[in-house]
């Protein structure tokens, strides 16, 4: 009798634990910024891995730097309101956008001009056009002067624009600030738009296997946002990446490897 009562506390211990993981999983999987960290950079890492230094360590580190929402920040449209398909969000960034115009190239443009503004590199801000021109910053230091020109990208730019102004970059080479980009061009069949997302940090283990996080913007324009990894709710939002990959499934998105470029 005194087995079967043990058995049976077992039994109901082990399923007690299970509910509240499974109810843990749920949570973690939903809410945003489950854990309320303060930045990207106070995102855990998979258990194994460090964080790279990159090639440009400052941009790095500003990537890093970026804020994030409190737990449970929705993504809004920048005309007001929630976005649809909340789940594809791990956590808001706390950067607000300039214009309804600032979409998902538009956000990696904006990520870049950031760091460079935030760091006196003005004379670096230039962004193509559809057309190929080159448009210059000159407004130095002024904050004013820097969010309009880059509105003025937005209307001219786009993820066309941005595939051919940056530069092919290997998987195995990724490096925080890389982006993944296609224009609607490329693709044949039905697609009508174009998207692109950020690297904003890169981790790696001893093995030298790399896993990496993803911010996005989308349209219409909506909150910047830290992408969830649908696969493992236990590493979200942490990407694996497979170097050999052909093509990749980042969330909802597919990506060839040939389309990871840089600035």
């Known amino acids: 009798m005194k087995i079967v009562k043990r058995l049976f506390i ?5 399923a007690v634990l299970g509910g509240c993981a ?3 999983i749920l949570y973690g999987s939903k809410t945003s910024n489950p854990h309320n960290y303060a930045t990207v950079g106070d995102i855990p890492v998979p258990w194994g891995y460090e964080r790279i230094a990159g090639d440009d360590t400052a941009y790095s580190r500003f990537l890093r730097s970026l804020p994030l929402k409190r737990n449970g920040s929705k993504v809004q449209l920048f005309t007001g309101g929630d976005s649809r398909f909340q789940s594809l969000n791990y956590a808001v960034v706390g950067l607000p956008l300039l214009s309804n115009e600032e979409q998902c190239a538009d956000v990696c443009m904006r990520l870049r001009a950031e760091y460079l503004f935030n760091t006196g590199q003005y004379g670096k801000i230039h962004f193509k056009n559809v057309n190929g021109k080159t448009m210059h910053y000159g ?3 002024s904050r004013k002067a820097f969010e309009r020109f880059m509105r003025n990208v937005y209307g001219v730019a786009s993820t066309y624009s941005l595939s051919r102004e940056m530069e092919q970059r290997r998987l195995k080479d990724m490096q925080p600030g890389d982006v993944f980009v296609y224009a609607a061009v490329d693709r044949p069949g039905n697609h009508k738009y174009g998207h692109a997302v950020m690297v904003v940090d890169v981790a790696q283990n001893r093995h030298g296997r790399k896993a990496f996080l993803l911010a996005e913007g ?3 324009a909506r909150d910047i946002h830290v992408m969830r990894n649908f696969k ?5 939002p942490w990407f694996m990446l497979d170097e050999d990959a052909d093509n990749l499934l980042l969330a909802v998105f597919h990506y060839k490897a040939c389309e990871l470029r840089h600035f």
């Not at 493992?232 to 979200?236: C, D, G, T």
């Open 232 to 236: 493992n709710p236990f590493r979200s």
């Open 22 to 24: 499974g109810l843990w």
């Open 218 to 220: 989308n349209t219409p």
């Open 139 to 141: 407004g130095g230091s």
């Open 10 to 14: 077992g039994v109901l211990l082990l």
